[in-house]
C-alpha cells in the first residue's frame, strides 16, 4: 500500500526588491564568506488558490501549485517575522502518483479556520522566467540565492500584468546573525545600484492586492481597538495552524489570543455598543481549549518535579505514573480541540468577529449621544476594572477557608489578566507608560498563574493518587510532590497584597 503523502516544512528569510529605470543587478562577488556565484535560469509557473473574499491574502497566507524548479509541489507560506515566512510543501503526487489539480485535503485542513471554512478557486496564474545567482561559501554551502525575475500574472478578470523584481533569499544553514549580516551586505550593494524593496509582501499581492478591503479611516479611541482586535484574531487565525499541526505551545498562543480580544469587548462593551454575544462565544471557545493546554503545562511541570523525590527508586515509579497518567487525557483532550476547531459554532464565533472589526466605527458609540468618544475615555474604562479586581483581592484576604482562598484567588487572577490586556489596547496613548505598567502586571500575572499552577496540579495528584493497582513507591512519591505544592501555593498566596499593590499602584497613574 502506497503511503499517505505527508506535508513537509522550512523557514525561509526573504527580502524582494524592485529595480527603478535602467538599474541593473550588481557583482554580487566579494562579500563575506562567499567563494563562488552560480548562475541559471528556470522557468517556473504557480496557481495562486484563494477565497472568493482573499481570506488567506488578507492574512498574509499564500496557498500556491508549482511547476518547474526545485521546489514544485503545493505549498503554503505563513508569515512568521520580519522577511521570514514558514513555507509548508505538498508533493504535486497523490499516493497513486496522480497530480492533483485541486489543493490536497491536508492542506485545505490546516487552513480551515483561516479560510473560514470557506471553498477555494485559482485566483492567479504566474508564469516567471528566473535567472538564479546562487552564494556559495569555500565548503559549498549555499549561503544565499539572489534571482532576477521575469513576471507575467493574470488574474480572474483577464488582466495582465508584467513586471521585474530580484529577490534574496538566505541560506537555510546560516545563523541568525551570519544570515542577517550577509542580507545587509547584499543590501547594501542593491541600494547603490538603484534597487529598493518592494512595497508588496508578495507577488501574489501585487497582482491582487488592490482588491482587498480599504481599511477606512476611524477616530482615535475606535482605531486603538480596531487595531487591538485585528492583531489579536491574525494571531488566532495563525494559531489555528499550529494547533492543526501539533506544534508546541500552540493551544497557549490560541487561548492568549482569544483571552486578550474578550477581555477588550468586556473592558470597552459600554464605550462602543458592544453586545455580550461574542463574549459568550469566546468564553465557550475558550473552555474547549482549556482542557488541552492545562495538561500540556501539568505534564511538564510535575516531571520536571520528581527530581525532588529523594529516593530514585520512588522517582521512577512516580515518572512512569505521571506519565500513563497524563499520555491517555492529553490525547483526549487534543481530539476534543480539534473538533472544535472543525466545528460550524467556532467558524461562526470568525465570521462573527471579521464582522465587527469590520464594521468598528460605524456604529455610534454607547457614550457618543452627548459628545465625541475619546481616549480618556477608553481610561476611565480601565479603572472601572481595576476597583472591581481591588475588591477581589480583599475578598482573598478575608477568608481564612483554603478551599475559598483558591477559589477567590483565580477569580482575582482572572480579573487582572482582563486588566493587563485592556491596558494593551490603550498602550498607544502612553507607550513608555504603559511599558513599566504591563511590566508590573506580568510580575503580578506570574505570581498568580504559580499559584493557580500549584492548585491544579494538587487536584490532578489526588486523581492520579486514587488510582486502584499502583505500587505504594509511586504513591509515596505523589505525597512528596502533593505537599510540595502546597508550599508552593501557602508562599504565593502570600504574596498576593504586596503583588497587588505595585501593580495597582503603577497603572492608577493613568487615570490619576
Known sequence: MPQRPTVSSATETERKYTAGGSASLPALTGLPRVSVVEVDTVELSAQYYDTADLRLLQSAITLRRREGGDDAGWHVKLPSG????????????????????????????LLVGVRRGLPVSLAALLTTTRHRHRIRGKDDTLLAEVVEDDVVAVRGDDEEMHWQE?????????????????????EERLTAAGIVRSPSPSKVHRVL???????????????FLRDYLARELHALELSDIAVRRNEPDAIHSMRKASRRIRSALQTYAGDFALGDTLVDELRWFGRRLSPSRDLEVQWERLAGQVGEIPDERHREATKSRIDEYFSAKTDAARTAALATL?????????????ALVSGLGSTPPARSRTSALDPEKLTRSVATVA????????????????????ELMHRARKGAKRMRYAIEVIAPLHPKRTAR????????????????????????L?????????AAESSFGLGILYRLETEIGRRQAAQLEPAWKRALGSAEKLWA
Request: aromatic letters at 4%; proline letters at 5%.
Open 342 to 354: 472543525d466545528s460550524e459554532r467556532y467558524l461562526l464565533m470568525l465570521r462573527s468577529l471579521d
Open 462 to 470: 489526588l486523581d492520579i493518587v486514587s488510582d486502584q493497582g499502583h
Open 437 to 460: 505598567i504591563l511590566e508590573r502586571f506580568d510580575e503580578f500575572q506570574d505570581m498568580l498563574g504559580e499559584f493557580q499552577d500549584s492548585v491544579v496540579s494538587r487536584e490532578h
Open 166 to 186: 530580484i529577490e534574496v533569499e538566505a541560506g537555510s544553514s546560516l545563523g541568525r546573525g551570519d544570515r542577517s549580516t550577509l542580507l545587509d551586505a547584499i
Open 387 to 406: 476597583k472591581k479586581v481591588d475588591k477581589r483581592v480583599a475578598r482573598v484576604r478575608k477568608t481564612h477557608d483554603p478551599h475559598e482562598r483558591d
Open 82 to 109: 520580519a522577511d521570514t515566512r514558514t513555507e509548508l510543501h505538498f508533493p504535486l503526487a497523490d499516493a497513486d502518483g496522480q497530480s492533483a489539480d485541486e489543493p490536497p485535503a491536508q492542506l485545505m485542513n
Open 209 to 223: 492586492g488592490d482588491l482587498l478591503p480599504v481599511v477606512p479611516e476611524l477616530a482615535e479611541a475606535a482605531r
